[in-house]
């Protein structure tokens, strides 16, 4: 008796570790992106991001424990006879006690890898705040499309970009991910951090691989080796 209560144990114990090897194989959650051509962005539409506030100087950013950016849509569009892939962003700040829209659905760049072309937002390169950038990551290309509008100098330091606002004593240095994801944004003004913002993912909104049929194949799996596990003790109980 003592054997066969041995032996359901370890089935039980292998068909949990059964379990864990098949969501492990098949992880719940996966970055999406989105790709024309050689262009892609690191997100999927409806990819939510969230910045928390670790330090901050200024009474407003104090007041801003978090930052929320939305892709609002992905497509396509022709400029100049060529073919861009196209951003568009809602991003919010979260004051006191609700979220607080700062733009919505508005665009946030276009972009082709084959033209080395690149367009910010005139939102995103005036305030520096540049959240999320095309793959694989090429900095330079970033810097220049931020410079050209005029008033914003750049520095490249290993996976960091600086943007100068042209001596005036103050700085947006951002830290980018391999995934094209800042994970760090922060503003610095004579040698004092303004805000500076990290990312926090697990706050991060992504897309499951698969879509239902993951989850259904997971459960369906699931609920199979319960049956084999219900069905091999009911024998062992008869012998």
């Known amino acids: 008796m003592k054997l066969k209560k041995m032996s359901q144990k370890k089935f039980i114990a292998s068909t949990a570790c059964l379990c864990l090897i098949l969501l492990s194989i098949f992880p719940l959650y996966v970055l999406g992106s989105t790709t024309l ?13 969230i910045w928390e506030t670790v330090n901050a100087t200024e009474s407003w950013y ?13 497509y396509n569009e ?13 991003l919010e ?9 700062e733009y919505t659905n508005s665009f946030y760049m276009a972009y082709n890898k084959t033209l080395n072309f690149l367009n910010w937002s005139s939102e995103g390169f005036r305030s520096g705040n540049l959240f999320i950038f095309p793959t694989p990551i090429n900095l330079t290309l970033i810097g220049e499309a931020v410079e050209k509008e005029g008033f914003l100098n750049y520095s490249v330091i290993e996976q960091k970009i600086v943007f100068d606002y042209n001596g005036n004593g103050t700085r947006i240095e951002i830290s980018i991910n391999s995934a094209g994801i800042s994970t760090i944004i922060e503003k610095i003004t004579n040698g004092t951090t303004i805000y500076r913002w990290e990312l926090n993912e697990d706050e ?14 997971t459960i369906a799996s699931i609920i199979l080796l319960a049956v084999i596990t ?3 003790i009911a024998n062992s109980r008869r012998h």
């Open 37 to 49: 051509g050689e262009s892609t962005f690191p997100v999927e539409e409806e990819s939510e991001f």
């Open 62 to 74: 104090i007041d801003v424990p978090l930052v929320r950016f939305t892709v609002s849509k992905i």
């Open 78 to 90: 022709t400029f100049n006879e060529k073919n861009y892939l196209f951003l568009n962003y809602t």
């Open 93 to 101: 700040f979260y004051y006191k006690i609700s979220w607080v829209p």
């Open 204 to 217: 991060i909104i992504i897309i499951v691989p698969f879509g239902s049929n993951y989850i259904i194949i």
């Open 230 to 232: 219900k069905k091999k």
